[in-house]
């Protein structure tokens, strides 16, 4: 789930970093490293699908937390409810979304999966997000198809999970190479059972659950594919982190290179109703 950063964070090598570097990642969902390719493809999708319809979308965020995605979102415009189990998340999430002026178009709901139909009732949603939630549910296949059912006809998907491989290269990186084989051969990709996340998925499985949940998958492609491996002393300047930024994004579509995608942190899968 989206929470605020404590002192020290972990990233999903599963190693800690000091708050000053979390905080020389972070920025705007627009140019931060570890939301701004989502970002982009996301707002091109939600462009077109509203260029579509005529309207503003309605949109879900399963896990949607702190409001990371959210509130950028209804600040285009849009309708946005955020499912999540973390009252303390919803507080920050009301509080923010006040401060930004969007408050009326912010829904905030104590809940899960299991709640989204009875939420979606007669109006299902035009977009449903799911970011960085699946690695927590009990049954991801399920969580997949409760969010597909709720989706309207032509409705879209933004589907965001960690990735195995590249945990197992961050554990090499460390020196950590039986942690790193352990996360290879694992059936839920983790190193071992200090490891902070319960699962990681590889992209072809996670394809294949999203077709078997009846949603048709347009876009696949790792996100981090480099920049949780990059000391935050080399992204000391906008220059350096747009630089990056455009490297990974090229890395992870070049027509010959695409495999690079694997190494990302996360996937990125957009399907569609």
Known sequence: MAVDPPTLQRYPGGDLVAEEQWRARRG????ALRTSAVWVAVRELIETQQSE???PLRVLDLGGGTGGLAVPLA???HEITVVDPSPDALASLSRRSAERGVGAAVTAVQGDADSLVDLAGD???DLVCCHGTLEVVDDPAATVGALAAVLAPGGHLSLVAAQRLAVVLARVLAGQFAQAHTALVSADGRWGSADPLPRRF????LVAMVEAAGLRVLDVHGVR???DLVPSALLDTEIDRTALLELEHAASRHPEFGFLGQLGAAVHILAKR
């Open 28 to 31: 705007g969902v627009e140019t």
């Open 202 to 205: 590889d992209a072809p499985a």
């Open 53 to 55: 319809l005529g309207r």
């Open 75 to 77: 600040e285009l415009g």
């Open 123 to 125: 109006r299902p949603f």
């Open 225 to 227: 594919l480099f920049s």
